[in-house]
Structures are given as structure tokens and as C-alpha cells.
């Protein structure tokens, strides 16, 4: 966080803010941030750093996962009129773009209660602010898919265009580490069946699936292998996520969450 928060500040302050220290003098001024509309809000630890960073005293912030209304004080701080405009931008993106994730991924969870199903993230991520953006998906209530490609074995469709046989995948995923979960992608009832067959898979993914099929490969994996969870992925919406729920899986991945969440609208204002 340090560093992204730094090289984010940088970016927009480069050698200084023209406008401000032109027509500004360095007086002390209080000042909020208010939510313009509703949702849940994240970026507490953000804000707390950037204040801290740059001497200004905020006396509350809201907490992360909290859910906000329109017009509700979400931080009041004091400092210096300079540096307070100097942060603003900065601070601003980090909080709108943050709490849009968390507040679309609510949305998400909501529409599935009261189905088992858990709402995951993707690596659909803007680079370099993944853990931020999967913190931002755990305070709307969804759960962290892999972090990576280094902490899970997740077999795709072009993995399996690059090995020969069902028997080679198999013989090579025996070589990994043991504490590293197994999940494969099916596109297809004979997929479903062959990933069974093989029994290295802790989760299979269903893949962009109908809904005909994807009842068809559940009973069957529920009937040939009720421990192995079941995902699905590829184009959930709000509009069909209840209806994927209603299916008796265990997770539903979600690449909107990250790459098309609409930032909340924050502003800050000095009183």
C-alpha cells in the first residue's frame, strides 16, 4: 500500500500543485468527505495513511464494509488548506474506485441470499491493485478467488489445448505441491466426466455453460463425487446470478466485480 499509494501521489502532484500555490495561502481548514450516493465504503486504511503522510487530522473515517447513504459523512480532518487539495484527487480515486467494488459485490451477494452460493472475484484486476481491489470485494461480503497464478493449480481450456492427453495432465498435476488445491475448467458434459474419471480436481469450474447443461453436470458430479466443489463462470450478471444460485453450487465467480464496477461518488468538501 505504501507504494502504490506514493507512486499514485506522484503521478499527480509531480513537482508541485500550480493552481493552489498560486492563489492559496497556507491557512488550516476543516473539511469532509461525503457519499453521494448509496453503497460500501472502502478505503479506510488508505485515507489514514494519506492524512497521516501529509499532516493533516482526520477525527473519524468510516470503516471498511460499512454501508453508507447518500449524504452521510464518511471522514471530517483538518490541515493545511495546501495539502489538503494537493490529496484530494488521489484520495478521492482510491475511495470511489474501492468502494464501487465493494458496493457492486454486495449487490452480488445479496441477490443470492439465501442460496449456499459464495460470490468470487477473478484476476480481472487493474495491475498493481489487486490486493486492494480483493480487499475491496471481502468488505462487500464476497470471497477471494486465487490471488495469482502461484497459489492454486487452475487447469483452462488452453492448458489443455497444450498437453497430448487426459493421462499426461494428470501424471504432471501429481507433481505438485500438497497443500495446492486442484481446480479444473470443464466446457462440457464429457470434460465433466473425464475430470472425474481423473480425480485430481477439488473444484470444477463450469465454464459458460447453459443452463441445460449446467443442471445436467451438477447432478452428475453431485452423484459422482458429492465432495468436489462445484464453480460457475463466464457472464454472470445481477440478472442470472439468482439463477445460478438456485442450481445448488458452491461458488460463482464474477469478473464484473473488478473490471466493470461503477466507482461510488464521493466528494470531498472543505467547510
Not at 208 to 217: D, E, P, S, Y
Not at 223 to 247: D, F, H, N
Request: glycine content about 6%; overall charge positive; hydrophobic content about 45%.
Amino acid at each position: 500500500m505504501d507504494r502504490i499509494i506514493k507512486e499514485a501521489l506522484a503521478e499527480d502532484i509531480g513537482a508541485g500543485d500550480i493552481t493552489s500555490n498560486l492563489l492559496i495561502r497556507d491557512q488550516k481548514v476543516k473539511a469532509v468527505l461525503l457519499a453521494k450516493d448509496h453503497g460500501v465504503f472502502c478505503g479506510r486504511d488508505i485515507a489514514r495513511q494519506i492524512f497521516n503522510a501529509h499532516k493533516i487530522k482526520y477525527i473519524s473515517i468510516a470503516k471498511d464494509g460499512q454501508k453508507v447513504r447518500r449524504g452521510q459523512v464518511l471522514a471530517k480532518f483538518s490541515g493545511s488548506a495546501r495539502n489538503i487539495l494537493k490529496i484530494e484527487r488521489t484520495l478521492l480515486n482510491f475511495l470511489q474506485r474501492l468502494s464501487g467494488i465493494a458496493t457492486l459485490t454486495s449487490e452480488f451477494v445479496q441477490a443470492v441470499k439465501p442460496y449456499e452460493a459464495r460470490i468470487l472475484d477473478t484476476r480481472k484486476t487493474l495491475p498493481g491493485l489487486r490486493l486492494l481491489e480483493k480487499h475491496a470485494v471481502v468488505c462487500g461480503g464476497g470471497v477471494n478467488h486465487r490471488v495469482g497464478l502461484y497459489d492454486m493449480v487452475l487447469v483452462k481450456d488452453n492448458h489443455l489445448k497444450l498437453v497430448d492427453s487426459w493421462e499426461l495432465i494428470v501424471d504432471r498435476l501429481k507433481k505438485k505441491p500438497k497443500n495446492i488445491k486442484v481446480e479444473i475448467e470443464a466446457d462440457t458434459l464429457v470434460q465433466v466426466k473425464e475430470i472425474l474419471k481423473a480425480e485430481m480436481a477439488d473444484i470444477i469450474l463450469l465454464d459458460n455453460m447453459n443452463i441445460v447443461t449446467l443442471k445436467k453436470a451438477i447432478k452428475y458430479i453431485r452423484q459422482a463425487s458429492p465432495r468436489t466443489l462445484i464453480e460457475i463462470s463466464g457472464g454472470v450478471t445481477l440478472k442470472k446470478v439468482k439463477q445460478y444460485a438456485k442450481l445448488g453450487v458452491d461458488r460463482i465467480s464474477v469478473g464484473t466485480l473488478t473490471h466493470s464496477a461503477r466507482a461510488l461518488d464521493i466528494s470531498l468538501e472543505i467547510l
